[in-house]
Nanobody, 122 residues
Framework: QVQLVESGGGLLQAGGSLRLSCVGSGRTFSSYAIGWFRQAPGKERDFVAY????????YYTDSVKGRFTISRDNAKNTVYLQMNSLKPEDTAVYYC???????????????WGQGTQVTVSS
């Protein structure tokens, strides 16, 4: 089992940058792939980015390609989501989640963090 805690959210203007962190518990953190998801008010939870346990493989949803970068430091049990050129449509609660395998859909993830709010004003 792994517990996840997100941090780094905030309120900022369009065009700005934020780095979200997802810290996991347990010695097997590197065994888990991590996904970032987001949920805007009144909308479904959407996939944002994925990174494999080793960090060798990453995937992004089209709307964030070229702006967001996912990375991980397994020595620190931490996955990062660097978000640049933020837009108002990026406003959402951002969640990290852990899974075994390569999945881009939320129901395949077993463990979830509590979420961190990102608000981008125009």
């Amino acid at each position: 089992q792994v517990q996840l805690v997100e941090s780094g959210g905030g309120l900022l203007q369009a065009g700005g940058s934020l780095r979200l962190s997802c810290v996991g518990s347990g010695r097997t953190f590197s065994s888990y792939a991590i996904g970032w998801f987001r949920q805007a008010p009144g909308k479904e939870r959407d996939f944002v980015a994925y990174i494999s346990g080793s960090g060798d493989t990453t995937y992004y949803t089209d709307s964030v390609k070229g702006r967001f970068t996912i990375s991980r430091d397994n020595a620190k049990n931490t996955v990062y989501l660097q978000m640049n050129s933020l837009k108002p449509e990026d406003t959402a609660v951002y969640y990290c989640a852990a899974t075994i395998g390569a999945y881009l859909v939320g129901h395949m993830y077993m463990y979830w963090g509590q979420g961190t709010q990102v608000t981008v004003s125009s």
